[in-house]
């Protein structure tokens, strides 16, 4: 099992390598402002996912080696294996407040600052990143509108919140800069010197700029030229801070007022943080058995019992449950809930369990039995698991929490609109293009509004598409090109006419 999830982790780990390769070129060619801070978003998604999986790898990785240690230790005690279930945990409603000062949000006096922000939230080996938000002064809070749900969470779990920033007024074009500088101190020096600083500027055949090679002396060029984001604010929240509404969580500033990508954060975070434990949603036990109904001693009746959430539900039959009819009884499974088995009759093999709960004040008890003691020993343990599962994730197991189902993301590198060339005679180019792709070897078929969950692409009818798009909208082959490469498993709502 720990060998398929280390394949599992390690597939996972080459997936987001290719992703990051091909966020790395995107950025490189990216003229647009809202390109670039989409690809770079991408692009540190990608570096933090890799890392988080890699550390992953390796917890696993000493996991296995204490497990081997504690087999081979011939004084080691007994253990307890029980452990507590997953979960559900989701993030929602997220608002950050802003404090600007005074002639800058009533009077609109300054420099307009803009900033383009996101958050990256990360439980264990999952890391989600949030839609990008455009920021300047006419805002009083950043809002993002996304429900993360994580769902392999334990209860002692740590999400960590991270908002990232980044100045949408910088130059991107990181690249350029020395040939830039080059020129002008070239032309001011004269010919001869001019000509040996601009090739100790300009980047070489082995230069970042072209795969990687040393950097300048006198100007470093970034690996990746393009925008960079920075973490702006951080908080860490854990199973204290679920409850079932809307509340405010202190934040960690790491930036100050010098930096570009500043905003004036009112030092909190807003947020629904909401956990579903499993032994609140999933079926934890279930059996025949029969309980005593009334004061008659022989009074039985053989139900189908299912202990979920709070209760143990009993129906008359089984084909009741699918069927949504009413349970026979509904007994109470909570923190204050006694549960014991009573003692054997010696005249029958079956064995009862009493539970008994606090109704107003009156302790009621309910008597089940079951048919051997096997089945009474099974029934105890799921007991016994469930008040353990309700002890680690306390208040998560008073009632059931609500928690809305996220709605599908679109992939942002090939839907966003601005990846699209805005000049008429490009966009009807655009157009053709994309009819082409739509039509070229595709099961299922590509619609306006559709979905594809696989394409298939002969190389011959790729190679021709390719060859049309780039005489159409270099750009274009660009885009259609990379949506090849990463494999991408949708593609929607493009606009085609």
């Not at 199973?239 to 010098?258: A, C, K, P, W, Y």
Request: charged share 20%; aromatic share 6%.
């Amino acid at each position: 099992m720990l060998h398929d999830t280390n394949i599992d982790i390690q597939k996972k780990i080459d997936y987001e390598i290719r992703m990051r390769e091909g966020a790395c070129k995107l950025l490189a060619a990216c003229s647009q402002r809202d390109q670039a801070l989409e690809a770079s978003k991408s692009l540190l998604t990608c570096n933090s996912r890799i890392m988080a999986y890699m550390s992953e790898l390796q917890r696993m990785k000493e996991a296995q080696v204490m497990q081997r240690v504690a087999r081979r230790s011939s004084d080691a005690g007994p253990m307890d294996d029980r452990s507590p279930c997953k979960g559900k945990v989701a993030i929602s409603d997220l608002r950050i407040p802003l404090m600007w000062k005074d002639t800058e949000y009533f009077k609109n006096k300054g420099e307009l600052h803009r900033c383009a922000v996101f958050c990256l939230l990360q439980l264990g080996g999952e890391i989600f990143d949030t839609d990008m938000v455009m920021v300047d002064r006419t805002l009083t809070d950043i809002c993002f509108d996304n429900t993360i749900v994580f769902n392999e969470a334990s209860p002692g779990f740590e999400l960590r919140l991270e908002l990232y920033s980044c100045c949408s007024e910088d130059d991107y074009s990181a690249g350029s800069t020395p040939r830039k500088l080059a020129s002008k101190l070239s032309s001011s020096l004269g010919r001869s010197s001019g000509k040996k600083l601009r090739a100790a500027l300009e980047p070489g055949a082995c230069s970042p700029v072209s795969n990687g090679g040393a950097a300048p002396l006198l100007l470093p060029v970034p690996p990746v030229p393009g925008p960079k984001y920075h973490l702006l604010a951080h908080t860490t929240l854990t199973l204290s801070h679920v409850q079932d509404s809307f509340r405010t969580h202190d934040l960690t500033i790491t930036g100050n007022e010098e930096c570009s990508y500043w905003l004036p954060l009112y030092g909190s975070a807003c947020c629904r943080l909401a956990a579903q434990p499993h032994c609140m949603t999933q079926q934890m036990m279930s059996g025949c058995l029969r309980v005593k109904l009334g004061g008659d001693p022989q009074g039985w009746t053989n139900v189908y019992a299912i202990l979920k959430g709070t209760n143990l539900f009993c129906y008359r039959r089984q084909e009741d449950i699918e069927a949504n009819v009413e349970p026979l009884l509904t007994i109470g499974i909570n923190k204050e809930t006694r549960i014991r088995a009573a003692e054997r009759d010696p005249h029958s093999k079956a064995q009862s369990i009493c539970i008994s709960n606090q109704y107003g004040g009156e302790e009621v008890t309910h008597t089940l039995a079951t048919d051997c003691r096997e089945d009474t020993q099974r029934w105890m343990e799921a007991f016994w698991q469930q008040f353990f599962d309700m002890s680690q994730w306390k208040q998560c197991c008073d009632e059931l929490m609500k928690i809305d189902q996220p709605s599908p993301r679109k992939p942002a590198l090939i839907t966003h609109p601005l990846f699209l060339p805005l000049h008429p005679a490009r966009v009807c180019c655009c157009r053709i293009t994309l009819s082409l792709l739509r039509s070229v070897h595709c099961s299922p078929p590509i619609t306006a509004t559709g979905e594809v969950t696989r394409v298939v692409v002969s190389d011959s009818s790729l190679l021709l598409l390719l060859l049309l798009s780039s005489v159409l909208c270099p750009g274009l082959a660009f885009v259609v090109c990379l949506y090849f490469e990463l494999r991408s498993k949708y593609l929607t709502h493009l606009p085609l006419c």
